[in-house]
Structure formats: structure tokens, C-alpha cells
């Protein structure tokens, strides 16, 4: 079956440099979600996203920006990396539909800022 | 705001034991995953449990939910090395627009031959 997909898997920048991360949701899912897990923590929620209009926002700094396009995929804009912002950047997808809109999770994308 | 806490965070334990991961939190909610996570990798879904007293089982682990009281436990059975990770609860606060999940700490289980 087909999962969720992030791309680059690993991401190599300098300070005060930007990033940007892509997440492709499973088929037919309609939501996005953004999760960043600093080393040994736990995933922090980002933002959400959901019919390309934000859905929620959690701890995202204002350095970094969110959109979904027309296509359900999502990209994660980073701006004036700092080193705190070295992660794991997990996105995910659910379905809107009736129910309960399990979210799945892709591989991630190591951020590092040196 | 929904607070998610787990105990023990660190738990080392022979093979062949048993122990329990247990997982409280703070606002009611019927809907909590159960993840593992190996150094550096992704989150591996271990378990949704979507209604007070569920209750669900794979291989050596089993997972219950009791809504009433906030908590949901991991029971871990005749632990072997290979279940040497990182396990995570996660409650998922329903929106109207959506849902957040809000994770525990993570209990880093060493299983010691």
C-alpha cells in the first residue's frame, strides 16, 4: 500500500540558511499534519493542514511557514535556520471522511543546521 | 491543555520478563496510539485503541485503554531483545477540523540478554 512520502530524507544546512521539506500524502487523504522531534524528544505538533486552509497551529516558530497545494501535497518552509532547529520533521496524512481519521505517519527528514 | 505523561521513562529488563508502560493523561479522549521508534527512524504504529476498554494484542505486546480513568497501558510479555526501542503513547485531541496528537515522553525500554 502506498504510505506517505517526504522528501529530502536528510537535509544538510548552514545557520541563518532556509530549508524547505515536502510531504506527498497516501492517496485520497485530504489532511496534512506537521511534527517536529528534536533529539531525544518527543514529536511537538506543528500545523495542520486541511483542503489546502490551515486547520490548526501548534508550536511553530514564526520563521517557519506551511502550505498545501491543489495536488494534497505539503511543504514546510524554513527560514533563518537556528541550530535548535536540527530535528526529525515528521509529516502525516489522514482522510476527513466519517470516522476516525487515522493519521499515518512518512519516513521523516533530518534537519541538520550546522 | 492536554497533557500526556508516561512512566517509567527509562526501563531496563531481562529477557524473558514481564513489564508494564503505562500512560496518563489529562483531557478525556477515546482515541490513543501506541508507537515505536527505533534510534534516528520513523514511528512504527503499534496500536490504535479507539474506545473505553479496548484492548488489543500482537505477538508479546498488548495495549488496553480505560477512558474513564485517563490511561492506557502497554504490557510488554516475555520480553526479548528485539523489543529493545522507543515507545511512545499519543492521545489524539479531536478538532472540528481535524485532530493534533499530543505524545508522552517516550519509555526507552532496554531489553538485556
Known amino acids: 500500500a502506498a504510505g506517505v512520502i517526504q522528501s529530502p530524507r536528510h537535509l544538510i544546512k548552514e545557520k541563518r540558511e532556509t530549508a524547505t521539506l515536502k510531504c506527498y500524502p497516501i492517496?485520497?487523504?485530504?489532511?496534512v499534519y506537521w511534527y517536529q522531534q528534536g533529539p531525544g524528544q518527543d514529536p511537538q505538533f506543528l500545523i495542520s493542514f486541511y483542503e489546502k486552509m490551515q486547520s490548526d497551529k501548534g508550536s511553530i516558530p514564526d520563521r517557519f511557514s506551511a502550505q498545501q497545494f491543489s495536488d494534497y501535497h505539503s511543504e514546510l518552509n524554513m527560514s533563518s535556520l537556528e541550530l535548535g532547529d536540527s530535528a526529525l520533521y515528521f509529516c502525516?496524512?489522514?482522510?476527513?471522511?466519517?470516522?476516525?481519521?487515522?493519521?499515518?505517519f512518512g519516513p521523516g527528514t533530518r534537519l541538520t543546521v550546522l | 491543555e492536554l497533557k500526556v505523561e508516561q512512566n517509567p521513562l527509562f526501563l531496563s529488563m531481562q529477557e524473558g520478563k514481564n513489564y508494564t508502560i503505562y500512560c496518563n493523561y489529562s483531557t478525556t479522549s477515546d482515541r490513543l496510539y501506541w508507537y515505536r521508534q527505533d534510534p534516528g527512524k520513523s514511528l512504527e504504529s503499534l496500536f490504535v485503541?479507539?474506545?473505553?476498554?479496548a484492548v488489543k494484542q500482537e505477538g508479546r505486546l498488548m495495549a488496553s485503554l480505560d477512558t474513564k480513568a485517563r490511561l492506557s497501558t502497554l504490557h510488554i510479555t516475555a520480553a526479548v531483545h528485539d523489543l529493545s526501542a522507543t515507545y511512545f503513547c499519543a492521545v489524539d485531541y479531536p478538532l472540528t477540523s481535524g485532530s493534533r496528537l499530543t505524545f508522552g515522553e517516550g519509555t526507552q525500554l532496554t531489553v538485556n540478554p
Open positions: 502525516a496524512s489522514s482522510f476527513s471522511g466519517q470516522g476516525f481519521r487515522e493519521q499515518f
Open positions: 492517496p485520497r487523504h485530504d489532511t
Open positions: 485503541l479507539l474506545s473505553n476498554g
